[in-house]
């Protein structure tokens, strides 16, 4: 079973940081891809950032500049460096991991649970 824990959410005021944590644990083989996305309410949810194996990186176009994604491939977390926040960043955020659990295996998604971010006076 694999499982991904966020952590690292809270709240913070407008221009303030956060750094994310998500790590991986369980039958893992190899993890592909990482990343988070966020769904505040009412709204869909949407990609922040990603990092493949060999650590290229692409980001939305509203975090572009101010957030900065990686990974430890070691410890098997993906972390999220949240920087110049504004009230329109608040979300859940999602930890996504692309991973195989067997050799010969295919890669599949798994989510985190999610964690808070809110950003306000």
């Known amino acids: 079973q694999v499982q991904l824990v966020e952590s690292g959410g809270g709240l913070v005021q407008p221009g303030g940081s956060l750094r994310l944590s998500c790590a991986a644990s369980?039958?893992?083989?190899?993890?592909?891809?990482m990343g988070w996305y966020r769904q505040a309410p009412g709204r869909q949810r949407e990609l922040v950032a990603l990092i493949n194996s060999n650590e290229s990186t692409n980001y939305g176009e509203s975090v572009k500049g101010r957030f900065t994604i990686s990974r430890d491939n070691g410890k098997k977390t993906v972390y999220l460096q949240m920087n110049s926040l504004q009230p329109e960043d608040t979300a859940v955020y999602y930890c996504?991991?692309?991973?195989?659990?067997?050799?010969?295996?295919?890669?599949?998604?798994?989510w985190g649970q999610g964690t808070q971010v809110t950003v306000s006076p």
């Open positions: 996504n991991a692309d991973l195989k659990t067997r050799i010969g295996s295919g890669a599949e998604g798994y």
């Open positions: 369980g039958r893992i083989f190899r993890i592909d891809g």
